[in-house]
């Protein structure tokens, strides 16, 4: 029995001076580290707005009721304007992709024609109005900023793009009246450029090729057709991103 109590005394004694001497010790909770969340999605939205000056060529005309010429020499560049917008994705990656509306004005792409015997002899000029809607992808790469264009930083682009050209024209010439006509054609682009990023807002310039595969008008009085016009053009872009 005195074995007992003389047990229990040291253990009542052990806990009381345990419970004091954890008293004493400063606490510290515990750190709780949370990972951060992966949603899986880089990379932000952006609208675009571009304007830009331009020259039109092509190699021929070809008029079927010329005969016996049907095609003539294009002896004079057209020369516009063009204004467009659009809407695009950057992956952060350096690759982007947006898709682009333009609305093209080109103004006195010509032909001389001389000693046909069924058009008039002179000078045939064309007015150009097309609605240019095009898919895009680019690649843009910093300069010397080890990114790809990373805010606050100068980069250059190269891209392409295929789309659809809604074409409407006028030609004018000695002898007949002013011929209108339309058609839509198939389309493409080359662009390369340079720009620098602000941020939230990116500016560039550069050069864009723009292919379009046909302007055609099947007006029945005077029917002719010009098969693979390129433009050529100046353009500056101003993107803002909206995250």
């Known amino acids: 029995m005195r074995k007992f109590i003389a047990t229990m005394m040291v253990a009542s004694a052990a806990v009381v001076g345990g419970q ?8 510290y909770p515990p750190i709780i580290e949370i990972p951060d969340v992966d949603y899986g999605v880089s990379g932000s939205f952006y609208l675009r707005g571009s304007a830009g000056l331009n020259l039109l060529w092509a ?3 070809n008029h079927p009721s010329g005969i016996p010429d049907t095609a003539f020499a294009i002896d004079g560049w057209g020369y516009g304007y063009s204004i467009g917008a659009g809407a695009g994705f950057e992956t952060g990656t350096g690759l982007r992709f947006d898709v682009t509306g333009d609305y093209l004005v080109n103004e006195g792409l010509q032909t001389t024609i001389a000693g046909s015997a069924n058009l008039a002899n002179g000078v045939h000029k064309l007015s150009l109005r097309s609605t240019v809607l095009l898919a895009n992808a680019y690649y843009d790469f910093g300069f010397g900023n080890g990114g790809y264009g990373a805010a606050g930083g100068a980069f250059g682009y190269v891209g392409a793009g295929a789309g659809v050209a809604f074409n409407s024209m006028i030609t004018t010439g000695p002898g007949v009246p002013d011929t209108r006509g339309g058609n839509t054609s198939f389309a493409a682009a080359g662009m390369i450029g340079a720009g620098y990023d602000f941020g939230q807002v990116v500016a560039d310039i550069g050069y864009r090729a723009l292919y ?3 302007l055609a008008n099947s007006a029945p009085a005077n029917p ?3 098969a693979n016009a390129w433009v050529h053009e100046v353009r500056g ?7």
Not at 20 to 27: E, G, K, S, T, V
Not at 237 to 242: D, I, L, P
């Open 20 to 27: 004091a001497i954890a008293a004493d010790l400063p606490y």
């Open 59 to 61: 190699k021929e005309v």
């Open 212 to 214: 379009i595969n046909s």
């Open 224 to 226: 002719y057709s010009i």
């Open 237 to 243: 872009t101003v993107r803002y991103r909206f995250n």
